[in-house]
């Protein structure tokens, strides 16, 4: 499964997309 970001969303929601990446998602940052 692929989870799409902007750039800014990551350092918003850094410690949730990296607990999605723990249950095997892929990130895709914009």
Known sequence: MRLIVRRNDLEKHAGLISR?????W?????
């Not at 999605?20 to 095997?24: D, H, L, T, V, W």
């Not at 892929?26 to 914009?30: F, K, L, N, Y």
């Open 20 to 24: 999605f990446q723990k249950s095997g």
């Open 26 to 30: 892929e990130i895709v940052v914009r």
